[in-house]
């Protein structure tokens, strides 16, 4: 049951949203699935420590060398490398498979950030009657005569760059292709971030979203726009015995996905780095617990997530860093 919730919902998300172009709230659904699997055990809250690839989704102004470190904040006691990232996820108990593949490229004064992204729902079963000329009966039931699926892919480039010693800046383009039964959408949107580090342990971050007030046109005119949000928050880091605690908050303003009412989110993360190495990450997304574990090597890292969902069932997320 819950499974068929899921395809429902997500089906209204995109196979309707042609025919609401002027007052959809379901528009920019598929692209608030978040980035990486440290996020979402973090509860997403993660506007203010995205300084590794998924910076391109996150903040773009993340992407400046000399704040990335896995350890920490401020300056990375290593040089800066380049980095992929891989993500796979199950959201809602399997129902939607998000796919990620992020490039981050450290740059003299600043970097660059290029991905790709599938948010999409699989083999959505359309049925019909075994005679379609006669009425539906014990010998004429409903059949499965095609399958079908809807699916988002985001291609996205950033760039982040000093401004000063303590001030980030960074803003990012992402091309939208959306493929429904009834047709296929394009178009781009433009992301700014903002990242502001007063002191080695404590930062805050910044992201205007669809600044342009990003638009997805089909076929014969029809198009639909996503309106501009802001992503807010802030991260604060302590040693405690044995490693490094972080605690981190954000907030979604006008963040107009699935109701009319809903106009701001809450996301709080947690978590707990054990000699550099392992970590353990719990979290608060609009009203969903989460959970997450982690393992960081020099040139390697993996991570895995988990969000609880008591309509839509459980996500799961992995995903995994090489340094180079």
Request: charged share 20%; with cysteine; aromatic share 8%.
């Amino acid at each position: 049951m819950k499974r068929f919730a899921t395809l429902a919902l997500y089906s209204i998300c995109t196979l309707t949203s042609p025919t609401l172009a002027q007052t959809s709230h379901y528009t920019g659904d598929p692209l608030l699935l978040g980035a990486g699997a440290r996020a979402l055990g973090m509860g997403s809250a993660y506007v203010a420590l995205s300084f590794d690839a998924t910076a391109i989704y996150w903040n773009p102004a993340g992407l400046v060398p000399e704040v990335y470190s896995r350890t920490g904040f401020g300056k990375s006691s290593s040089p800066p490398k380049r980095e992929i990232h891989i993500q796979h996820a199950e959201q809602f108990g399997g129902s939607v498979n998000h796919d990620i593949f992020a490039l981050r490229l450290p740059l003299r004064k600043g970097g660059i950030g290029l991905g790709i992204v599938r948010a999409g729902v699989d083999g959505i079963a359309l049925t019909g009657l075994e005679d379609p000329d006669r009425p539906i009966g014990p010998d004429n039931r409903p059949v499965i005569i095609d399958k079908i699926g809807t699916a988002d892919y985001v291609f996205r480039i950033a760039y982040g760059r000093h401004i000063t010693d303590k001030l980030r800046l960074g803003a990012g383009i992402k091309m939208i292709r959306r493929d429904l039964s009834v047709g296929i959408g394009s178009g781009f949107g433009l992301d700014i971030g903002l990242l502001y580090i007063p002191t080695s342990t404590f930062r805050i971050g910044a992201a205007i979203r669809d600044l342009t007030k990003t638009r997805i046109a089909f076929p014969d005119g029809i198009a639909d726009r996503i309106s501009p949000s802001l992503l807010i928050g802030s991260a604060l880091q302590r040693r405690v015995p044995g490693g490094d605690m972080t605690v981190g908050f954000s907030t979604h303003l006008n963040d107009k996905k699935s109701t009319r009412e809903k106009t701001r989110s809450i996301q709080l993360g947690t978590e707990y780095r054990l000699q550099h190495r392992l970590a353990f990450r719990l979290g608060y997304k609009d009203g969903h617990f989460t959970a997450g574990t982690g393992l960081q090597l020099s040139r390697f890292g993996v991570d895995l997530a988990f969000m609880e969902h008591d309509q839509l069932d459980n996500t799961y997320r992995i995903s995994a860093s090489l340094f180079f």
